[in-house]
């Protein structure tokens, strides 16, 4: 059962040695059967393909619903061999996790190429006809282009056996300068950039919107002024000094509840604490009945159909 | 021809209320900008889940491996940066190794792995033994799928960054991580002492859920993720947490006087433990969470400012619209 | 999962709350009636599409960051009635995508939209565009849509983090009608400073049941709600008992799993029974106690991991 996997010797079917030629022939093989199920699978009529869809949704949400239910193997041992049938496919679900888990990691990695297929099919034709703006999609190929020529050549040097050690920047050759540059200098500089025009935004949306118009708004703004002095620790210094200094040398005091950080902490423990765990169990239930539906094809809207 | 009609002269209170976004913004880039120029210690007192952080890293045995999940890039570089920063600094003062990993952004491990080479060229300038990939530490790459591969961790660690290499040294073919002295002692991830998430992202999230009890976890967060954050640590299951730019402070602060250290008069108390913790005294513990500290006073101090005129000149306008 | 202790709870909770939702949603199929109240952000949809119809300017629609999951598909749920009625009045949309999955099914669902409406020569390929799926590309790509075409509409919905600002209030400094949720709890204050209504939590699950009122969709909003139900109850009664139990004091311990006598002392958390029922322990010893017999071929110098 577990001559499955690829990573389990000995060799089957399923997996051969690394870099082998037999890998690759059995590699261009999954790919042909892949692309001819996909092209069978767009001919075949619509009554076909609904079920076939719902079965195969059904599968791949089944692998995880049975990890999640199946007792899982205890103590198990480098080398051990299962010791009964729940032992076995306790031991068949871990191996197959890790398999399984790198299965959406490679879809990812595919789905990738269907993006850069449509910013290329989209910019591609401003470019050619000449819209207004076509020097940005100009801007953007090419910066597609760059990036992933630079950074694949930067790559290869640095996965090299051979060459200079790159961990030092006078070792670094063109390529590793300009893949420098677009990535600590313009990508991360610029996402940062982005990101800190956040807090112009938030000061412009809180004078605009911290109104005390009702009990509600007025109790909301209480408690963020409240929250946003006890990050400033020259407030909450100066504040609790006042409280340390009418208290004495008492320690802890009842006066230690009036400090800004005691209450800082209360409305943050148990006020804000459990209003977002509730919001949170709202949420996880919301997901886990919309991922049962999707897993059982009990969508009959838009989506499915 | 009409004659202009010229709207009347806002009084004081609809000028309070409609204060330019642009007025608004310039007053920031003004108040954000003056600790560039003057360098401001302000006083601060480190949080308990700081403390528990701290206190945790510190008592890691030296030579053993820690796993970091680093799901941060330079967009969170304020509070994210700090944090790792000093991090690292403890982690190799003490000669802990370490492996890193990403979930959440492909350019995560891209701004660990020079956040680690600034902070070892900083101790090979000060003539300490700076921190060399393969023998010291390990990338174990980006992973598109946080909960497969978290949930493969739990599993079997080693199938989960199975086929995983690096270069050992120049001349070397690229090797298995498993061969490193970082990670050949490794078989299940509960051999590790502690799992660490440096995030700006919901991970931790997927951290608790797939790893809890496999391993002890700890987490360093941005300070907006720090109220959902929170709960794990108040339930027990991070044994630690640093949220945001205050807590990259209380760490930079503690790194420096240590905890429950004078004994006979701490600088920093430990309500759960009394045990002594010894800092770093007089080293290079400053980084980023004093640098950017009175910023983070000037900027609030101008939101609550703006709030309160808004506020005024809604107060004076309802008060005129009545009489 | 691990049935050790009382590691049997877990799974317990979880197939009651997925009985509950399958229940109802049999129920619901039965055409039995059910109810569900009114959400503002909902019901400004009309309103907001209307408004941009009026004003000649495209509708926007943002389905967060996330990968295809069940968020994004509940955003895309939303977005197909949204698309629908635009349709009808011949408003333009624009559909904004940060992953290629995502970008593909909304594809998909908008041009079913268009065709199932009669209004397939409508339909504008280029309506529906992947971005980018670097968080602040994209924040940077949509606001500039949202500048240069002037939207009178935006619809936010999914997994937002820090961009759900830059959207707000880009979409506000162009006057636009804002319609938001994020199930990302600490995105949603800064939804609620700068957007015109906001779904809080799980209200933006219970979006698809509201606008389409099909039967399965209502069945399992109400199978959620009672298992809300159930969840209160369990807080509460632990709650309860936890506050019973700690005024008392305890002769034993629980260590990995095995009571254990100690001198008398008093109750705290880890002692109570609900502490007990959720946090299950493992005994190491009876578990080092399970032994196997070794595989004949395997190699002990190769290394393979063990689990847990």
């Given at each position: 059962?577990?001559?499955?996997?690829?990573?389990?010797?000995?060799?089957?079917?399923?997996?051969?040695?690394?870099?082998?030629?037999?890998?690759?022939?059995?590699?261009?093989?999954?790919?042909?059967?892949?692309?001819?199920?996909?092209v069978?699978?767009?001919?075949?009529?619509?009554?076909?393909?609904?079920?076939?869809?719902?079965?195969?949704?059904?599968?791949?949400?089944?692998y995880?619903?049975?990890?999640?239910?199946?007792?899982?193997?205890?103590?198990?041992?480098?080398?051990?061999?299962?010791?009964?049938?729940?032992?076995?496919?306790?031991?068949?679900?871990?191996?197959?996790?890790?398999?399984?888990?790198?299965l959406?990691?490679?879809?990812?990695?595919?789905?990738?190429?269907?993006?850069?297929?449509?910013?290329?099919?989209?910019?591609?034709?401003?470019?050619?006809?000449?819209?207004?703006?076509?020097?940005?999609?100009?801007?953007?190929?090419?910066?597609?282009?760059?990036?992933?020529?630079?950074?694949?050549?930067?790559?290869?040097?640095?996965?090299?056996?051979?060459?200079?050690?790159?961990a030092?920047?006078?070792n670094?050759?063109?390529?590793?300068?300009?893949?420098?540059?677009?990535?600590?200098?313009?990508?991360?500089?610029m996402?940062?950039g982005?990101?800190?025009?956040?807090?112009?935004?938030?000061?412009?949306?809180?004078?605009?919107?911290?109104?005390?118009?009702?009990?509600?708004?007025?109790?909301?703004?209480?408690?963020?002024?409240?929250?946003?002095?006890?990050?400033?620790?020259?407030?909450?210094?100066?504040?609790?000094?006042?409280?340390?200094?009418?208290?004495?040398?008492?320690?802890?005091?009842?006066?230690?509840?009036?400090?800004?950080?005691?209450?800082?902490?209360?409305?943050?423990?148990?006020?804000?604490?459990?209003?977002?765990?509730?919001?949170?169990?709202?949420?996880?239930?919301?997901?886990?009945?919309?991922?049962?539906?999707?897993?059982?094809?009990?969508?009959?809207?838009?989506?499915?159909? | 021809?009409?004659?202009?009609?010229?709207?009347?002269?806002?009084?004081?209170?609809?000028?309070?209320?409609?204060?330019?976004?642009?007025?608004?913004?310039?007053?920031?880039?003004?108040?954000?900008?003056?600790?560039?120029?003057?360098?401001?210690?302000?006083?601060?007192?480190?949080?308990?889940?700081?403390?528990?952080?701290?206190?945790?890293?510190?008592?890691?045995?030296?030579?053993?491996?820690?796993?970091?999940?680093?799901?941060?890039t330079?967009?969170?570089?304020?509070?994210?940066?700090?944090?790792?920063?000093?991090?690292?600094?403890?982690?190799?003062?003490?000669?802990?190794?370490?492996?890193i990993?990403?979930?959440?952004?492909?350019?995560?491990?891209?701004?660990?792995?020079?956040?680690?080479?600034?902070?070892?060229?900083?101790?090979?300038?000060?003539?300490?033994?700076?921190?060399?990939?393969?023998?010291d530490?390990?990338?174990l790459?980006?992973?598109p799928?946080?909960?497969?591969?978290?949930?493969?961790?739990?599993?079997?660690?080693?199938?989960?960054?199975?086929?995983?290499?690096?270069?050992?040294?120049?001349?070397?073919?690229?090797?298995?991580?498993?061969?490193?002295?970082?990670?050949?002692?490794?078989?299940?991830?509960?051999?590790?002492p502690?799992?660490?998430?440096?995030?700006?992202?919901?991970?931790?999230?997927?951290?608790?859920?797939?790893?809890?009890?496999k391993?002890?976890?700890?987490?360093?967060?941005?300070?907006?993720?720090?109220?959902?954050?929170?709960?794990?640590?108040?339930?027990?299951?991070?044994?630690?947490?640093?949220?945001?730019?205050?807590?990259?402070?209380?760490?930079?602060?503690?790194?420096?006087?240590?905890?429950?250290?004078?004994?006979?008069?701490?600088?920093v108390?430990?309500?759960?433990?009394?045990?002594?913790?010894?800092?770093?005294?007089?080293?290079?513990?400053?980084?980023?969470?004093?640098?950017?500290?009175?910023?983070?006073?000037?900027?609030?101090t101008?939101?609550?400012?703006?709030?309160?005129i808004?506020?005024?000149?809604?107060?004076?306008?309802?008060?005129?619209?009545?009489? | 999962?691990?049935?050790?202790?009382?590691?049997?709870?877990?799974?317990?909770?979880?197939?009651?709350?997925?009985?509950?939702?399958?229940?109802?949603?049999?129920?619901?199929?039965?055409?039995?009636?059910?109810?569900?109240?009114?959400?503002?952000?909902?019901?400004?949809?009309?309103?907001?599409?209307?408004?941009?119809?009026?004003?000649?300017?495209?509708?926007?629609?943002?389905?967060?960051?996330?990968?295809?999951?069940?968020?994004?598909?509940?955003?895309?749920?939303?977005?197909?009635?949204?698309?629908?009625?635009?349709?009808?009045?011949?408003?333009?949309?624009?559909?904004?995508?940060?992953?290629?999955?995502?970008?593909?099914?909304?594809?998909?669902?908008?041009?079913?939209?268009?065709?199932?409406?009669?209004?397939?020569?409508?339909?504008?390929?280029?309506?529906?565009?992947?971005?980018?799926?670097?968080?602040?590309?994209?924040?940077?790509g949509?606001?500039?849509?949202?500048?240069?075409?002037?939207?009178?509409?935006?619809?936010?919905?999914?997994?937002?983090?820090?961009?759900?600002?830059?959207?707000?209030?880009?979409?506000?400094?162009?006057?636009?009608?804002?319609?938001?949720?994020?199930t990302?709890?600490?995105?949603?204050?800064?939804?609620?400073?700068?957007?015109?209504?906001?779904?809080?939590?799980?209200?933006?699950?219970?979006?698809?049941?509201?606008?389409?009122?099909?039967?399965?969709?209502?069945?399992?909003?109400?199978?959620?709600?009672?298992?809300?139900?159930?969840?209160?109850?369990?807080?509460?009664?632990?709650?309860?008992?936890?506050?019973?139990?700690?005024?008392?004091?305890?002769?034993?311990?629980?260590?990995?799993?095995?009571?254990?006598?100690?001198?008398?002392?008093?109750?705290?958390?880890?002692?109570?029974?609900?502490?007990?029922?959720?946090?299950?322990?493992?005994?190491?010893?009876?578990?080092?106690?399970?032994?196997?017999?070794?595989?004949?071929?395997?190699d002990?110098?190769?290394?393979e991991?063990?689990?847990?």
């Amino acid at each position: 059962m577990n001559g499955f996997f690829a990573q389990v010797i000995p060799p089957s079917p399923f997996n051969a040695p690394n870099g082998s030629a037999e890998l690759w022939t059995r590699l261009v093989i999954a790919l042909l059967l892949g692309v001819a199920a996909v092209v069978a699978l767009m001919k075949a009529p619509v009554s076909v393909r609904k079920p076939v869809v719902a079965v195969s949704t059904f599968c791949a949400g089944l692998y995880w619903v049975v990890f999640f239910l199946w007792p899982r193997p205890v103590n198990r041992l480098p080398g051990d061999m299962p010791s009964g049938l729940v032992d076995g496919v306790g031991f068949w679900l871990e191996d197959a996790n890790p398999i399984v888990g790198n299965l959406s990691n490679v879809l990812s990695a595919f789905l990738l190429g269907l993006g850069i297929y449509s910013l290329l099919r989209i910019h591609g034709m401003r470019v050619i006809k000449g819209h207004k703006d076509a020097f940005f999609s100009a801007v953007l190929l090419l910066g597609i282009l760059a990036m992933g020529v630079f950074g694949y050549w930067d790559w290869l040097d640095k996965m090299s056996p051979t060459g200079p050690s790159l961990a030092l920047e006078a070792n670094w050759a063109f390529q590793n300068r300009v893949r420098d540059f677009l990535f600590d200098g313009l990508l991360q500089e610029m996402d940062a950039g982005m990101f800190s025009l956040i807090a112009f935004y938030i000061l412009s949306a809180a004078y605009r919107a911290f109104r005390i118009r009702s009990i509600e708004a007025t109790l909301l703004l209480a408690t963020a002024f409240i929250v946003m002095l006890s990050f400033m620790g020259l407030v909450t210094g100066l504040l609790d000094g006042v409280i340390d200094g009418i208290k004495g040398t008492a320690d802890p005091g009842f006066l230690d509840n009036f400090k800004l950080t005691e209450i800082a902490k209360w409305l943050r423990a148990t006020v804000e604490t459990p209003s977002l765990r509730g919001i949170d169990f709202g949420i996880g239930i919301g997901a886990l009945a919309m991922g049962l539906r999707l897993w059982l094809s009990l969508e009959k809207t838009a989506v499915s159909s | 021809m009409e004659t202009p009609v010229t709207p009347p002269a806002m009084g004081f209170a609809e000028k309070l209320m409609s204060v330019k976004r642009h007025t608004l913004y310039l007053l920031l880039i003004v108040a954000t900008s003056v600790p560039t120029f003057f360098s401001i210690t302000l006083p601060n007192k480190p949080d308990q889940p700081s403390i528990d952080f701290f206190t945790t890293v510190m008592a890691l045995p030296e030579g053993s491996t820690i796993l970091i999940e680093t799901d941060w890039t330079k967009s969170t570089r304020g509070d994210s940066m700090g944090q790792m920063q000093a991090l690292l600094r403890i982690l190799m003062r003490h000669n802990i190794k370490f492996a890193i990993y990403s979930t959440a952004d492909p350019a995560a491990p891209q701004v660990a792995r020079d956040t680690i080479g600034r902070v070892s060229e900083e101790r090979r300038a000060k003539g300490e033994r700076p921190y060399v990939r393969w023998e010291d530490w390990v990338d174990l790459g980006y992973f598109p799928n946080s909960e497969a591969t978290n949930n493969a961790i739990a599993t079997n660690i080693r199938k989960a960054f199975a086929g995983k290499t690096e270069v050992p040294g120049v001349g070397q073919p690229a090797t298995d991580v498993f061969r490193s002295p970082v990670l050949s002692h490794i078989q299940k991830v509960g051999d590790m002492p502690l799992l660490l998430v440096v995030t700006a992202s919901k991970t931790f999230d997927i951290i608790v859920e797939r790893l809890y009890g496999k391993v002890p976890l700890a987490a360093m967060v941005t300070g907006v993720m720090g109220p959902e954050s929170t709960v794990y640590y108040a339930s027990g299951q991070m044994v630690g947490l640093c949220v945001g730019l205050k807590g990259a402070l209380d760490i930079e602060r503690m790194m420096e006087s240590g905890v429950n250290n004078p004994p006979d008069k701490p600088v920093v108390v430990n309500k759960k433990n009394p045990e002594v913790v010894p800092g770093f005294p007089g080293d290079d513990n400053e980084g980023n969470g004093k640098a950017y500290y009175p910023t983070l006073h000037l900027a609030l101090t101008l939101m609550i400012l703006a709030v309160i005129i808004g506020n005024i000149g809604m107060v004076l306008t309802r008060k005129g619209a009545k009489s | 999962m691990q049935y050790g202790d009382t590691g049997w709870i877990g799974v317990t909770v979880t197939l009651l709350l997925v009985t509950f939702i399958l229940g109802n949603i049999f129920r619901a199929k039965k055409g039995k009636d059910l109810y569900i109240r009114r959400i503002a952000g909902l019901n400004a949809i009309d309103e907001a599409i209307g408004r941009a119809t009026e004003m000649g300017k495209p509708v926007l629609m943002v389905p967060g960051l996330g990968a295809l999951n069940a968020i994004s598909m509940q955003a895309l749920l939303i977005f197909a009635h949204v698309a629908r009625t635009a349709a009808k009045f011949g408003t333009p949309i624009r559909l904004c995508c940060a992953d290629a999955a995502v970008y593909t099914v909304a594809q998909e669902l908008i041009r079913d939209v268009y065709a199932s409406e009669g209004l397939a020569d409508r339909y504008d390929m280029d309506s529906v565009r992947f971005i980018s799926d670097r968080q602040f590309a994209f924040a940077g790509g949509v606001s500039g849509i949202i500048l240069r075409e002037q939207t009178a509409a935006a619809f936010f919905l999914g997994e937002f983090y820090a961009e759900s600002m830059i959207f707000a209030e880009t979409a506000n400094s162009v006057g636009a009608i804002q319609v938001a949720g994020s199930t990302e709890k600490t995105q949603t204050p800064f939804f609620i400073a700068a957007c015109d209504y906001v779904l809080i939590g799980d209200e933006f699950y219970a979006a698809s049941a509201y606008l389409n009122r099909e039967p399965v969709l209502v069945g399992s909003l109400i199978g959620q709600d009672w298992s809300k139900v159930a969840i209160m109850a369990t807080i509460l009664l632990g709650a309860l008992m936890n506050s019973i139990e700690m005024r008392g004091t305890t002769v034993f311990e629980r260590k990995d799993g095995v009571l254990q006598p100690i001198a008398e002392r008093p109750m705290k958390i880890a002692d109570t029974t609900f502490t007990h029922l959720f946090k299950p322990q493992r005994n190491p010893e009876e578990d080092a106690k399970i032994e196997r017999e070794k595989d004949p071929k395997f190699d002990a110098g190769a290394g393979e991991g063990g689990g847990e």
